[in-house]
């Protein structure tokens, strides 16, 4: 089955600095990827997806790329602010959304520092 | 909101015991996930249903089983409840055509075993 992979567990960062999160899959039938933020006890919230038949897409401060070559996709926050403090999940999926589930990283505790 | 629903938000029960979640997905979406969240196990996909019939499995135990009903709502039951069992429940939910479609969460339901 998918494999995800994701780093840092941690990462802190300066409000107003960028901060990258970085996964890696392993099944190369994997053509979906979403991001979602979970905030502690609540939901998991889509942040951004990519599908695979594009290589970057961007939505205002956020910002995710995929290389399918390398199996890697990252997750761009730039100009953070400290609602952007929670836990980020990148996660994968072979056959597409809707006819499997999502195979998800361990997580990232992103950190903004005032 | 994602307008996904579950209730019900906590639940406290002993070793021993069988509990039932429910979920109800967004208007119109034809397709329900069931997740699991652990602070050893992260988040892991369990089983899906579309239109009522099962669809996917993921790391679902044999003590565990779900079933999605002609409203479209669907329901988790826990039988044999063990400590391990203890974790965040999601459901999630898409428009389920099989393509690559976004996945919804609801609040989750907190299940606590003593």
């Known amino acids: 089955g998918e494999n995800v992979e994701q780093h840092p567990s941690t990462l802190s960062v300066q409000e107003g600095d960028s901060a990258v999160i970085k996964c890696t899959y392993s099944?190369?039938?994997?053509?979906?990827f979403p991001w979602y933020k979970q905030e502690l006890g609540k939901r998991p919230q889509l942040i951004i997806d990519?599908?695979?038949?594009?290589g970057e897409k961007k939505d205002q401060r956020i910002a995710v790329t995929l290389n399918k070559t390398a199996k890697h996709f990252s997750l761009h926050i730039t100009e953070t602010q400290p609602e952007d403090s929670a836990v980020y999940f990148c996660?994968?999926?072979?056959?597409?959304?809707?006819?499997?589930?999502?195979?998800f990283g361990k997580g990232t505790h992103l950190i903004i520092q005032p | 909101d994602s307008g996904v629903t579950q209730t019900p938000k906590h639940l406290i029960t002993a070793t021993g015991q069988r509990v039932t979640l429910r979920c109800s997905p967004r208007?119109?979406?034809?397709?329900v996930y069931w997740y699991q969240q652990s602070l050893d196990q992260g988040l892991q996909f369990l089983i899906q249903?579309?239109?009522?019939?099962?669809?996917a499995k993921g790391n679902i135990l044999e003590r565990f089983s779900a079933q999605q009903f002609p409203d479209l709502h669907s329901e988790l039951n826990l039988s044999s409840l063990e400590l391990g069992d203890s974790a965040l429940y999601f459901c999630?939910?898409?428009?389920?055509?099989?393509?690559?479609?976004?996945?919804?969460f609801g609040p989750g339901t907190r299940l606590t075993v003593l």
């Open positions: 208007s119109g979406d034809l397709s």
């Open positions: 999630a939910s898409s428009g389920g055509t099989g393509g690559l479609d976004t996945q919804y």
């Open positions: 996660a994968a999926s072979p056959a597409g959304g809707g006819a499997d589930g999502l195979t």
């Open positions: 990519i599908r695979s038949n594009v």
């Open positions: 249903y579309y239109n009522g019939e099962e669809r």
């Open positions: 099944d190369s039938a994997s053509n979906y």
